[in-house]
């Protein structure tokens, strides 16, 4: 414990986006460790990954976690209008400013960002390796449908944290016990009008409206080209992520590993925190030295 306190030690610093956006990052592990580079689903925070990040950095890594513009403490752009290419180039900027290319560890949209950069044949790919964590290229849509639905849901907010606490739990009744109000205020914000609001700006929702199926072929092309070390973390309850989607992303990359956690949701790091950890770092010990690259 004393090992794990010690490295766990969370630095929250400020990076300029490409565009001049404030994004909100976190730092833990030695400064002169290999980097783990840690990209959240949509609607989620870098807060997402704190049971793992100091497992991680406690381990031997540094790990580095954001929250993605119109996220949590990053800004929101002041028009409204977000892009997909917006997060891309956000992902690509951070991971270069990193010491060393690190592992980039994508949960849900984060992975999918991740596809888009590592696919790249353009630019230089700015990972060492990659880890996609309960997302595929092609995704069933009544599970990506089920998350769009719980994000709609409530948009005058919540009159207190208890009221919060009930929609969570029916959203994610595998995980039995209420989140408490010391955990839920991380994921609200107080408006004006003393009701709380989730802490992603309800714009974001047009990304996905507009833009996300229009780029599914794009991803899977994206993926035919990847020539990363490329893990894939699947939970075995997802409605996300299913055998025909694994399949396919096998068949699109056959060099990946594929590790299934039986008992995993599609909020895989959250519902399995140990067996996530215990595959990324199994995936990130067996790395070859020199990274790889893309294929032109």
């Known amino acids: ?21 404030s994004l909100a990052v976190e730092r833990c592990g030695a400064a002169d460790a290999p980097v783990l580079l840690f990209a959240h689903g949509f609607g989620q925070t870098r807060q997402a990954w704190r049971g ?25 752009v002041a028009d409204g209008r ?13 991971a270069a400013a990193q010491p060393t290319p690190p592992v980039l560890i994508g949960a849900s949209m984060g992975g999918l960002l991740g596809i888009v950069v ?78 709380l609001r989730w802490h992603w700006d309800p714009a974001l929702l047009d990304v996905v409206e507009h833009e996300g199926r229009a780029q599914q072929q794009a991803l899977l092309d994206a993926t035919r080209r990847i020539r990363l070390p490329t893990l894939l973390v699947s ?23 594929h590790v299934n956690v039986p008992g995993a949701t599609h909020m895989l790091a959250g519902d399995a925190n140990d067996a996530f950890v215990a595959a990324i770092a199994d995936f990130v010990r067996a790395l070859p030295r020199t990274p790889a690259g893309v294929e032109s």
């Open 82 to 94: 977000y892009h997909l290419a917006q997060f891309i180039e956000d992902l690509r900027a951070l």
């Open 235 to 257: 939970g075995g309850l997802s409605d996300v992520v299913s055998a025909t989607t694994v399949d396919e992303f096998m068949q699109l990359l056959p060099g990946a590993v």
């Open 118 to 195: 590592a696919g790249d044949a353009q630019r230089p790919v700015p990972f060492s390796a990659l880890a996609l964590i309960d997302i595929t290229p092609r995704w069933e849509p009544t599970g990506v449908a089920r998350i769009l639905e719980f994000m709609r849901a409530h948009p005058q907010g919540f009159a207190d944290y208890e009221a919060a606490a009930q929609a969570v739990a029916a959203y994610l009744p595998q995980r039995g016990a209420r989140k408490s109000e010391a955990r839920l205020h991380a994921l609200l914000r107080r408006g004006d009008d003393g009701r």
């Open 1 to 21: 414990m004393d090992s794990l306190n010690a490295h766990a030690a969370l630095q929250t610093q400020h990076f300029i986006a490409p565009d001049g956006l």
């Open 52 to 76: 793992a990040t100091r497992k991680l950095a406690a381990a031997g890594w540094q790990c580095v976690s954001f929250d993605a513009r119109g996220h949590g403490d990053s800004g929101r």
